[in-house]
C-alpha cells in the first residue's frame, strides 16, 4: 500500500480508502453488515487504513454504528473520517449547519463509533439556511478542543472551498471524481487544492460500481437508488460504459489486473489528489481494490484512455 499526507493535516492515508455508503442499506441495495465488516477488516489488514462514513448513510445510522463495530480493538490503526450537517428525517435528507446541532451531531457520531475523536470531519454538504462561514468557525473551535484533528468539506464549490480555507485552514476537501464524473477537475476544484495543499478525497471513483465493471441497467426504487445519483445505468450513457469498459479491460489485462484496479489509478494520477475512496461489501472486491497501489498507470496509458474517453463520449 502506498500513503500520502493529507493536506496540511499532517495525517498520511492510504491511496486507497475504504467508504462506507453502501453500509446504509437503503441507497446501494441490501447490504449483509457482517460480512460488509469482514470486508473493512481486509481493507484494513491489506495496508488501508481509511474508513470513510456519515451519519446520513442509512435511515438510523446504520453506517456509522457498523463502523463503529467494526473499528472496535483496531482504533489505533485507523485513520477514521465522517461528517455532519445532513440528517434524516423520515427517510428524507435534510441539511443543517446551525452549530448547536452541529455539536450534537459530533458527540453522537463519536458515541456511534465508540471513540474519543475524528481524524478528519467533514461538512457534508452546504446549506443556506445557517451561515457557512459560522459552521466553519465551529468546525475551528471542535479542532481546537481536540475532538476532530483535521477539518474537511464535501461537495463545496471552488469559491466556497477558499472560505473554508481562510476560515478554518482545511486540511482536506471529498468531491466526486471518477473517469466518468471530472466536474471537481473542469469547475476548479481540483486545481485549486492542489495549489492550496488542501488534500483531496474523492468520492464516486468507481462510478457507484460501474467501473469495476457493473455494466447493467439498475432499477430505481427500493434499496437500489444509485442509478437516480450516477447517470450511467440507463440508455444512452449505459451502452457508452460498456465501450469504454471493453478498452479498460484491454489495459487492466496488460496488468494482470481489474478494470477497478485501473479506474483506481486514473484518480490517483489525476494531480492534487491524495485517496480514492471505494466502496466494497465482500472481502474479494475489498482485496482487489487494495491491489491498485502496487501499480500505477504509464503517462502513455493515460494519453491511450484519454482519447477512448473523448472517441467514446464526444
Known sequence: MKYRRLGNSGIDVSVVGHGTWQLGSDFFGDTDEAQAIRAIHASLDHGVNLIDTAPGYGHNYES???????????RDKVILSTKLGVLRFFGAYVKCLDPSVMRKELELSLQR???????????????????????????????????????GVS???????QTAIDIADISCVQPPLSMLSRGSIENGIVPLCAEKNVGIMTYGSLGGGILA?????????????????????????LSKCKELLA??????????????????????????????????????????????????LSAEEIDEIEAEYKRIMG
Not at 477497478?260 to 461489501?281: D, H, P, R
Open 213 to 237: 465493471g457493473l455494466a447493467e441497467e439498475l432499477p430505481v426504487g427500493g434499496n437500489e437508488l444509485r442509478a437516480s445519483f450516477y447517470g450511467y445505468y440507463a440508455e444512452p450513457m
Open 113 to 151: 463509533l465508540k471513540t474519543d475523536y475524528i481524524d478528519v470531519y467533514f461538512i457534508h454538504w452546504p446549506e443556506y439556511n445557517n451561515s457557512i462561514e459560522r459552521a466553519l468557525e465551529e468546525m475551528a473551535a471542535m479542532k481546537k478542543e481536540g475532538k476532530i484533528r483535521a477539518i
Open 247 to 296: 478498452f479498460l479491460g484491454k489495459i487492466a489485462e496488460k496488468h494482470d489486473a481489474t478494470v477497478a484496479e485501473v479506474s483506481i489509478n486514473w484518480v490517483l494520477a489525476q494531480k492534487g489528489v491524495t485517496c480514492a475512496l471505494t466502496g466494497s461489501k465482500r472481502v474479494e472486491a475489498a482485496v482487489a481494490n487494495t491491489k491498485a497501489a502496487d501499480w500505477e
Open 64 to 74: 456509522e454504528k457498523a463502523v463503529g463495530r467494526a473499528i472496535e480493538g483496531r
Open 155 to 161: 461537495n463545496f464549490s471552488a469559491e466556497q472551498i
